[in-house]
């Protein structure tokens, strides 16, 4: 049987809270789970900013979003894959570009071949600067690079193999790269950083000599492959789970972001939040379960009881922290989820039932549902017309606001922004 090949596409721990004009002053924390989840109080937009913005993207012949896709954002543009997080390697997707304030289709960006211009996984990884996306090279070989305009702008490390190599961050001059052996019992995690001339620049090995359960299966029969969401059902953040006979393992990814000026450094299912500095990994921000936090050492030798609570996705930007949990598994019928924000200046934390959303008071309409965070650190979210259909016909007395007063219910979705 042919190996899978998984790509779990960056969510926004890996690709959206990014600035590269300001240096930034990211406040460290503890953020206590334990006891702020015994006592849930609303999470509404107004606590993400002060204003909500609501832009339809335009609609035309070219510009088509799908039912499955994916989304990142600069401060300028949103860049749409009409294809899923996870891929096996072998859809062809369209990548689309439009102007994040106006809605405005800008362009649509190369296109998926084993051309010299073009890319084998339409799932790119946006630069620091908000100016160009790259994408694996068609043939295997390195990373093209594209801007925004959808203008082909050259190859970068021509002699990697871009399908073996973990590319996490990228910026006009610098690519950082994670290594982690997912056939070994170990932990370690090295970051490699090289010029975009292909010179290794340093090298960072963290987690040295501690254990982790390998992701090693036989495959020598019929595999299952499921994924569980959290309460942010359109951020396309996924918790993979692979069965072949009678064992079954979490895909324990890692990621890593601009938050402000720092890296951080994140692992599916881990308390702590890290920042990568030339010393190594030092924590940044620790979700305290205490007691009732199911163990990251845990991972893939026991089940998560129902009584433990995991994390789940986490948006960070420098002044605050929104995230999900489960208490239970997330494939047992009777887990919990809950939405939890955080502000890094007054230590302010709430936490809310998963069920109930982020309730919108400043425009009294849709809960919000996030799916990144710019450089900038506006919320972006996105409405479908079926789900904006499905509210109104909830609640016939809702108003609609005003810039989707005319919309089309057959057109593109709607992006929301808090800022």
């Given amino acids: 049987m042919k190996p899978l090949f998984i790509i779990i596409t960056a969510t926004a721990l890996s690709l959206a809270a990014c600035n590269g004009n300001k240096s930034t002053s990211i406040a460290n924390g503890t953020i206590d789970i334990e006891n702020a989840i015994e006592n849930l109080e609303p999470v509404t937009t107004s606590m993400l900013g002060k204003n909500i913005r609501f832009v339809p993207l335009e609609t035309n012949d070219t510009a088509l979003v799908a039912g499955q896709w994916s989304l990142s954002a600069t401060d300028d543009l949103v860049v749409i894959t009409n294809a899923g997080q996870i891929s096996f390697g072998g859809e062809k997707a369209g990548v689309m570009s439009f102007d994040i304030n106006t809605g405005r289709y800008i362009a649509t960006i190369g296109r998926q071949g084993e051309g010299p211009e073009e890319y084998l996984s339409a799932h790119p990884r946006l630069d620091k600067e908000g100016k160009h996306a790259y994408f694996s090279a068609g043939n295997g070989k390195g990373w093209v690079k594209y801007d925004l305009e959808g203008n082909f702008a050259g190859k970068i490390l021509p002699e990697m193999e871009s399908r073996a190599t973990g590319l996490a961050l990228i910026s006009d001059t610098i690519a950082t790269f ?199 650190g506006t919320y972006v979210g996105i409405l479908t017309m079926e789900a904006i259909d499905a509210w109104m016909e909830l609640h016939p007395d809702a108003t609609l606001p005003d810039a989707l007063a005319d919309y089309d219910p057959e057109g593109n979705p709607v992006l929301v922004l808090i800022d």
């Fill in 178 to 376: 994670i290594y982690n052996p997912r056939d070994e019992n170990t932990r370690r995690t090295t970051f490699k950083r090289y010029g975009i001339s292909g010179t290794c620049i340093d090298s960072i090995v963290a987690f040295e000599g501690q254990p982790k359960e390998s992701f090693q299966l036989t495959f020598d029969g019929p595999i299952t492959l499921e994924t569980f969401t959290t309460p942010f059902v359109n951020s396309g953040s996924l918790l993979p789970v692979i069965t072949c006979g009678d064992k079954s393992i979490i895909l324990v990814g890692s990621g890593a972001s601009y938050v402000g000026d720092e890296i951080h450094f994140s692992e599916t299912l881990c308390d702590t939040i890290y920042q990568l500095t030339p010393d190594g990994l030092t924590p940044s921000l620790i979700f305290n379960l205490g007691s009732k936090g199911f163990p990251f050492g845990e991972v893939n030798k026991r089940s998560v009881q129902p009584s433990e609570i995991i994390i789940g996705e986490v948006f960070e930007t420098p002044s605050s922290v929104l995230f999900s949990l489960s208490k239970g598994y997330p494939a047992d019928d009777n887990h919990n989820t809950f939405i939890g924000f955080y502000n890094r200046a007054d230590g302010a934390l709430s936490i809310t039932a998963g069920a109930d959303g982020i309730r919108d008071d400043l425009a009294g309409f849709m809960p919000f549902n996030p799916v990144t965070v710019t450089p900038s």
